[in-house]
């Protein structure tokens, strides 16, 4: 058989199916290379012959390697085409690159001397390569009818930036783990990493610094085995980028990553501006440090000390804040932020309220059957949330066949009908019915994704109002809405449950005592207020709109410069900041 660019691994395995177990030899031909059996070896094959780099090789031996390189050429041309074509279907299911390249491993697991086992072994190969093929197209195929979209990749934007020589270890919280990050060259200015602000699942945010330069906040992937490889976490951090960089735009109060650091290990940091006055759960522990209940007693409060209505005013300002910047989120394409809590809402430098972090943001009202990563913590979690959890395991236990057993089904039926048995798959090394298997539950998760949306079950931006809401709630009275002396998991499961239970039974959510907290803010339009945003049912929630626009929004003060003062001087808890940003409030407000 000749072989030339054009020909296939499948042809070679046509021409050899009838070869029995005879040895596979080459030899070149009018320029070409020709494949063909030979029983045994003749006189001629023991000829020892000299090559260019000075190694001496039998005839025989020659033509045997010779067929060996031209059948791994051939394997190497289908591996590429298979690549091609599973390349675009891992992209569009969103599995991780690490899963994927399993699959053609296998190819460095090959014998270089395989074909010393004859054709026999020769058609095996192929038709292992044949399942490969049409399994892709069945996972491509079953993409179409499930309605996944396609995931395109995500552009690298051009960057500048750069690791440069030097690291510094610093401890991580809360349990002050040493880790290491290395220093950046970032704008033209070199940035040594001083602080870690926080740390969570998606990575670490550590506070850089440069000499001449505005310090930053920088999020590094943490690689474990756990997380993604190095590709896909580039990926993310990307999408993370272009996401923040687009509902950051013309929205003071919205504040993403707007840079790109590439890592030596193929990964990506991402950095931006940072907020220099903490977040909002800070802020609501240092208001209630600070607050003295006058009364209307019209005695001032000791110097460092402020006053209810001065706190309410600074808990509205930032409340106002960040409604506006989640109403615009949700104006730029139909967003949902889907992580608003205290800890994602920082105070800028010029005491504003900013809404951060945008890797979990989604666009349109469809949600994730894995809802765990839409506001992962129980504290923060809107009702509706835990209610799709439930609809969403109904859908997946009434789908009638999963996609793990349609690809398992097509899977045994091709190897029944072509008699090749998965021990005989096996004998190439790392098998492709083993790796099947992992391929398949993966993609199990992607028929739960789609069965899912095909059911009907929505989300909406009022989930990102019930987590104002309880930032609210924290300012104004100074504990989680959900509060509980537990600590760890069992307050988060106690708080889901609670959550729970009290959505069933109609109550506002506070200053009542079937509400999830009996506490009230000591101000009926402001329990309203928050009970608004706390609305068990998302149809009867305040938007973000009806939360910025609010009539208790219309409080002399609220807003103001001289706010804005205090807000910072709280952050600062320096003393003499706070008693003379009050006393310029006091004067703003003609009261004493």
Known sequence: MRVDGNTTLGQAAQFLSSKGDQKIVAKHVDGGIELYTKPQSNKLDKIRLKFHDGKLMSRATYKKQLANETIMTLVGRYNQSV????????????????????????????????????????????????????????????????EVPEKIPTPMPHTANTVVAGEVSLPIPPANKLGTFPNMNIDGLNYTPTQVMGAGGAGVVVRYDAPGGEPLAVKLPVFSPNTPDPEDQRQIALEEYHVANRLTANNPNALGFSKVVPLANGGLALAGKLATHGDLEKMSSKLKDVTVDTGNTGIPPLPGKITKQERELVALTLIKDA?????????????????????????????????????????????????????????????????????????????????????????????SKQGVSPEGIQEIGQSWYNMGNVLVDELHSVLNVTETNRAGLFGTSKIDVWGLGTAAFELLVGERVTEDKIEGDAQQFIAERKIADWGKTGFDAIGHAGGLSSKSTGDNRLDSFINGMLRADPEGRSSAFEVETSPVMNRPGVGSPEVRELIKAIASGDEGDIARARSNLTRLLGTV
Do not use: C, W
């Open 323 to 415: 409604a506006a910047g989640l109403d615009k989120i949700k104006r730029q394409g139909d967003y949902i932020h889907a992580d608003v809590k205290s800890q994602n809402m920082m105070i800028d430098s010029n005491g504003r309220a900013v809404v951060i972090d945008f890797g979990e943001s989604l666009q349109g009202k469809k949600l994730n059957p894995n809802v765990k990563s839409i506001v992962a913590n129980p504290l923060y979690r809107a009702p509706e949330l835990k209610r799709f959890d439930h609809e969403s395991k109904a859908v997946k236990e009434q789908a009638p066949i999963s996609l793990k057993q349609e690809l398992q089904l097509e899977l045994d039926d091709y190897l």
């Open 83 to 146: 690549h091609q074509r599973l390349d675009p279907v891992r992209q569009r299911a969103g599995l991780e690159q690490s899963s994927i390249q399993k699959l053609t491993d296998i190819f460095k697991h090959i014998d270089v001397n395989i074909f010393d086992y004859g054709a026999v072994r020769a058609n095996r190969l192929a038709d292992t390569f044949g399942v490969m093929e049409r399994m892709t197209g069945r996972i491509a195929s079953l993409l179409d009818r499930y």
